[in-house]
């Protein structure tokens, strides 16, 4: 109880410190952050459950939607890859390894990069393309550590490396996450909160900002201009949630997930999503994001299955997501788990 009571006084610490500047520049900040790929989900079970399972995330997937997650990871090593097919021919690629060092704790490395094929160079003189070709170079990197703090409450957080190159401009900076969870004993309830992409704002630059320009129209004198690129910053959140466990009979299970979310890019968001398993072994999920200020919202409902197995002690997990994406198709995500 005493562990739970922290909890509640860190997350109102946590509320009034991250949104007392949100509340007052709330609408001007709209549209202002950056590096939005990091909001792109990678993790197949917490998309298909509308992105809301930051009490209930475990494993190596947590480190998308909550690190402390991370440490209910009980075997020593794990990998996992995941692909997303994102709208206008985007691909997400992710790849992640963990690895647990009893009375230590968890520990992971991530890479996600997106691939953006390539773009035909335009310019004044070539509005209509130059005939080269160029693709954009975006990636992040993140260290991951996670622990118990005690036999229900976890923390965790991720160091991440952020970089962003388009052509020959770039930005690059840091950014952190931060969570924890807590099992509320024998009640089948889980409480979690997450802080996301906390850091310094970024910069673009590069020499597609600097413009060679005529001084003199009589002679060949000229003078480089350098313009200079806003700053932008990350596209921070706050998140808080709960889940619900019930076993409705020694083979069947369900697991209800709700989390709210609060952000410095945009509106509030509430997400719910709902996940049944047989034996552990076969799972279908189904989730849903709602915006109550967006009369349109592109996304739609959200589903998923899953499939878990052991083999020779390799856990082996297979995760399948689909989102439909008004005006832009649908997002379809697979990621493969080892755990070994």
């Avoid at 209509?128 to 118990?148: D, H, K, Q, V, W």
Wanted: include cysteine; hydrophobic fraction near 40%.
């Amino acid at each position: 109880m005493k562990n739970f009571c922290y909890l509640i006084i860190l997350f109102l610490i946590c509320n009034f410190i991250f949104t007392s500047d949100l509340k007052a520049s709330k609408g001007s900040k709209k549209g202002t952050a950056g590096a939005h790929e990091l909001l792109i989900p990678i993790g197949a079970r917490g998309a298909a459950l509308g992105n809301s399972t930051v009490s209930f995330a475990r494993g190596i997937e947590a480190l998308s939607w909550n690190p402390a997650g991370l440490v209910y990871e009980d075997k020593m090593f794990g990998v996992i890859f995941s692909h997303n097919s994102y709208i206008a021919d985007i691909d997400i690629n992710y790849f992640a390894a963990q690895v647990n060092i009893n009375g230590l704790g968890n520990f992971a490395l991530s890479f996600k990069s997106v691939d953006f094929a390539n773009i035909e160079e335009t310019t004044e003189d070539f509005p209509e393309g130059t005939g080269n070709y160029f693709s954009p170079t975006f990636f992040n990197i993140g260290l991951s550590y996670s622990r118990r703090i005690s036999d229900r409450l976890t923390a965790g957080i991720t160091t991440k490396y952020i970089y962003e190159n388009v052509y020959k401009t770039s930005a690059s900076g840091i950014g952190f996450d931060a969570g924890i969870q807590y099992v509320a004993g024998n009640t089948g309830l889980m409480f979690g909160i997450v802080l996301k992409n906390i850091g310094p704002a970024l910069e673009f630059q590069g020499k597609d900002l600097e413009n060679e320009i005529q001084t003199n129209p009589f002679y060949p004198t000229s003078r480089t201009v350098i313009l200079k690129s806003a700053p932008f910053d990350l596209p921070s959140s706050l998140e808080l949630g709960f889940a619900y466990t019930k076993l409705i009979s020694k083979n069947n299970n369900i697991v209800l997930n709700c989390s709210f979310e609060n952000n410095n890019y945009g509106n509030d968001i509430y997400k719910a999503g709902l996940e049944y398993s047989f034996s552990d072994v076969v799972f279908i999920r189904t989730g849903y994001l709602f915006i109550p200020e967006e009369t349109t919202y592109i996304y739609q409902l959200t589903y998923g299955i899953g499939l878990k197995y052991e083999i020779n002690s390799i856990e082996i997990g297979v995760d399948f997501a689909y989102r439909p994406v008004k005006f832009f198709g649908s997002n379809s995500i697979i990621n493969i788990q080892l755990n070994f």
